[in-house]
């Protein structure tokens, strides 16, 4: 079992930056594929950004592609979501996820360990 904790949300205008970051605890990290999700109020929670367990495939929504960034440091034992030139849209509880099977990067059902979420609240 593998627990995850995010950090990083916060309230910050639109067009600024935030990085969230989500680190995970008691197994191997580089075992999992980890992925984003995120959940606005009154919607389905939907999938953002992956990354394989080494960090060479990286899978984004259309909705952040070109805006956000995905990384990992496999000893650290964190991953990133680096978002830029934030949207009002962009408000949502965001949540780290992490997939030790066959890895179906969008499907939020396929990941079997979820964070707590951080709240990511942008300003128009």
């Known amino acids: 079992q593998v627990q995850l904790v995010e950090s990083g949300g916060g309230l910050v205008q639109a067009g600024g930056s935030l990085r969230l970051s989500c680190v995970a605890s008691?197994?191997?990290?580089?075992?999992?594929?980890m992925a984003w999700f995120r959940q606005a109020p009154g919607k389905e929670r939907e999938f953002v950004a992956a990354i394989s367990r080494s960090g060479s495939n990286t899978y984004y929504a259309d909705s952040v592609k070109g805006r956000s960034t995905i990384s990992r440091d496999n000893a650290k034992n964190v991953m990133y979501l680096q978002m830029n030139s934030l949207e009002h849209e962009d408000t949502a509880v965001y949540y780290c996820?992490?997939?030790?099977?066959?890895?179906?990067?969008?499907?939020?059902?396929?990941?079997?360990?979820w964070g707590q979420g951080t709240q990511v609240t942008v300003s128009s």
């Open positions: 996820a992490a997939d030790r099977g066959v890895w179906v990067p969008t499907i939020t059902s396929r990941y079997d360990y």
């Open positions: 008691g197994r191997t990290f580089s075992d999992y594929h």
